[in-house]
């Protein structure tokens, strides 16, 4: 992976820390690698926002690993975020970006406590969600403040997404790879910034924990699984992330795929063709990286259309054999995923999609045991097809999964902790039967009163803000020791296979308990096989 090694080797690490503070301005400068940067106080904080980990991906750069930064003289301004990565940015949105969209979008942001002493203290590094085609680091909900006066230093940055991030065409595949995920690249490239800068903001680059949710879990356990991100944190929590194959992505970079889809280099042509290319070299190529960013971003909004007509146009992770060199599933069933203590889980009424109509079509995937997982799922019971259903899709989907990943970690003989996030707020209950998709996010965060996911409603209750404390507690606990148990906070059970214990964030509060719904994903784990 040469472009990342040239970028290893470019940013070292300074061996002290320089920080100092202008008597005008009250606003901290730090020395990194690349050159000076000007933060502000917050609070307890010191912030830094919009630092460049890489050089912009434009012009020519479209579609190639990411480049080193260019040193600059002089004091760089840092107060605010840079440009968001291109993306169609949805509205109403649940967590409203802070800037605008651009390819030019390579950047980082850290939160430090201020006046943190001499010890190098622990890091927490975002990854956000959304699908692998929007999201960024900006939202008022992935504040990082209130990690930073719990004792850590926070970071969150921005990947390439949506075609931008993961295409693949015959003609990349003649220049300097890897090819293909070029999203997953700069996660990669920021960790190693990470690495490599974070000490002059008081982190240990030894203590990093990265976490994320939805796509940003699923990127949490590709980086677990890909070779070149080794080293690079020593602890890992997948929120809403799957676990099993199928829904992920993961297109074969130049050969059909398992079920004999198109290769990654397949959906570049098709792309490629939409757009009025009919060829596949160096010219097309050219065309391609020419082509104006609204173009290469068309029709990959927040919701994708399911089942639409003409062929793919959009890969998603690709596996290239260097940076992803296997599928999730598989890189957890070897045992293959880098060997640190994981965080996995989901919440009760998570991602799950289905067209079933009649509860027959509910269970005819079950086959012979079709009769117990009506049993099993209640399904007798007086409730809407359409419920009975997505529960059985929220399941498959996240839940199974999520227990699958605990138990593999588990028995590859790394500490695990399950948890499912079963709140819901006091003024929703009446319209949710489970918690749904990323509710949990502002809970771990401490945003509760800056988050705009349209799923909380108005009027949230003490109980709320008290999970969201205790949330937050377990998330810093694991990222300083390795476990998320702490005084004063309900014990989390270590998951084993044995035990099957999970926990559950209720309405009632935090449970350690074994999981209500083990029947559920034994039979779902049982049709898989």
Partial sequence: MRSLRVLLAVVSVPLLALTTQSAKTSSPVIKIASGEVRGFYSGKSMVFRGIPYAAPPIGNLRWRPPQPVRPWKGVRQATKFGHICMQIVPRPNDAP???????????????????????????MVWIYGGGFVIGDG???????????????????????????GFFAFPAL???????????????????????????????????????????????????????????????????????RSGGLGEKPLNQPGPNGGPSAVQIGIN?????????????????????????????LGAVRRIGESGPPTYSGPVLDGVVLTHTVESTYAQCLQAKVPVIVGATSGDLGFSNARTLDDVFAPFGKNAAQAEETFDAKASRPVAQVAREVATVKTMIEPARFVARRVSACGEPAYEYRFSYVSAPMRDQFHGAPHASEV???????????????????????????????????????TGDPNGPGLPHWPRYTAKGDELMNFTMQGPKG??????????????VRK
């Fill in 138 to 164: 900006s939202p008022k909900v992935y504040d990082g403040s209130v990690f930073a006066e719990k004792g850590l230093v926070f970071v969150s940055f921005n990947y390439r997404l949506n075609r931008f």
């Fill in 173 to 243: 595949l003649k220049e300097v790879g890897p090819h293909g995920s070029y999203g997953i690249m700069d996660q990669i490239a920021a960790l190693k910034w990470v690495r490599h800068n974070i000490a002059a903001f008081g982190g240990n680059p030894r203590e990093v924990t990265i976490f994320g949710q939805s796509a940003g879990g699923i990127s949490v356990s590709m980086l677990l699984s890909s070779p070149e991100a080794r080293g690079l944190f020593a602890r890992a929590i997948i929120e809403s992330g799957g676990g």
């Fill in 271 to 299: 792309f490629a063709q939409s757009v009025g290319m009919n060829g596949t070299g160096e010219a097309a190529l050219d065309a391609l990286r020419r082509l104006p960013p609204e173009k290469v971003v068309a029709g």
């Fill in 513 to 526: 308990e074994a999981d209500p719904w083990a029947r559920r994903l034994d039979l779902v784990e049982r």
């Fill in 442 to 480: 502002p809970y771990v965060f401490g945003t509760l009163r800056e988050s705009q996911f349209t799923h909380f409603g108005k009027g949230l209750t003490p109980d709320a803000y008290r999970l969201s404390s205790q949330m937050n507690d377990y998330w810093v606990n694991f990222a300083k």
């Fill in 97 to 123: 970006p802070l800037t605008t969209p651009s390819e030019d979008c390579l950047y980082i942001n850290v939160w430090a406590p201020r006046g943190h002493g001499t010890s190098l203290l622990p890091v």
